[in-house]
Nanobody, 115 residues
Framework: QVQLVESGGDLVQAGGSLRLSCAASGSIFSKNAMGWYRQAPGKQRELVAA???????HYADSVKGRFTISRDNAKNTVYLQMNSLKPEDTAVYYCNSASPPFGSWGQGTQVTVSS
């Protein structure tokens, strides 16, 4: 069982900021590009951001310029800094590999942005 533990979600007002953390097992962190996903009510899970071993990053158009993904190799942790939050960012946020093989999906962390 690959361990993926997300934290940092909260209730925040529009325009506010949050930093999410994802603690990953060493194997998945070392061998895979890591990503942040989110799933809003009634919608499919979508990839929000990804970070690759060479330092390249990818962002969905909806969050580009507002979110920043980073990683700390010594801590096997991936972060998502979220600024200028909007109500449409409200979702459960998950971390996982950005490509197969995936680990088991965890509980995620709830981000709620009020208008």
């Amino acid at each position: 069982q690959v361990q993926l533990v997300e934290s940092g979600g909260d209730l925040v007002q529009a325009g506010g900021s949050l930093r999410l953390s994802c603690a990953a097992s060493g194997s998945i962190f070392s061998k895979n590009a890591m990503g942040w996903y989110r799933q809003a009510p009634g919608k499919q899970r979508e990839l929000v951001a990804a970070i690759f071993s060479g330092g390249y990053t990818h962002y969905a158009d909806s969050v580009k310029g507002r979110f920043t993904i980073s990683r700390d190799n010594a801590k096997n942790t991936v972060y998502l800094q979220m600024n200028s939050l909007k109500p449409e960012d409200t979702a459960v946020y998950y971390c996982n590999s950005a490509s197969p093989p995936f680990g088991s999906w965890g509980q995620g962390t709830q981000v709620t942005v009020s208008s």
